[in-house]
């Protein structure tokens, strides 16, 4: 499975951002898609993930309540929607994939990344 992760940029606190994860593999349905972050000198974190029958979103503590993970297997898409940014949400974010049916928190239980784009929250 190849993903392509797409819609970063630099925006001012309090803006939004609607992130893209385009998957290259009909199988899409059937995986638990993610989205991670990670900023300069700190670990790989958890933002959000979504099981493979979509539904509700599974969100870090950070984000919950202003960002919405959501995905279109038609389209072999999943979207990160990033509403009230903060400058400490400034980070790379990468997509993720699991060939499972549970969700994980986990950045090692996922096995196929995409390239991150990069957020930049700033005034």
């Known amino acids: 499975v190849q993903l392509q992760a797409s819609g970063g940029g630099l925006v001012q606190p309090g803006g939004s951002l609607r992130l893209s994860c385009a998957a290259s593999q009909r199988t899409f349905s059937s995986y638990v898609m993610g989205w991670f972050r990670q900023a300069p000198g700190k670990e790989r974190e958890f933002v959000a993930a979504?099981?493979?029958?979509?539904?509700?979103?599974y969100y870090a503590s950070s984000v919950k309540g202003r960002f919405t993970i959501s995905r279109d297997d038609a389209k072999n898409t999943v979207y990160l929607q990033m509403n009230s940014l903060r400058p400490e949400d400034t980070a790379v974010y990468s997509c993720a994939a699991r060939p499972a049916s549970v969700i994980s928190y986990s950045y090692r239980q996922y096995t196929y990344w995409g390239h991150g784009t990069q957020v930049t929250v700033s005034s």
């Open positions: 979504i099981s493979w029958s979509g539904g509700s979103g």
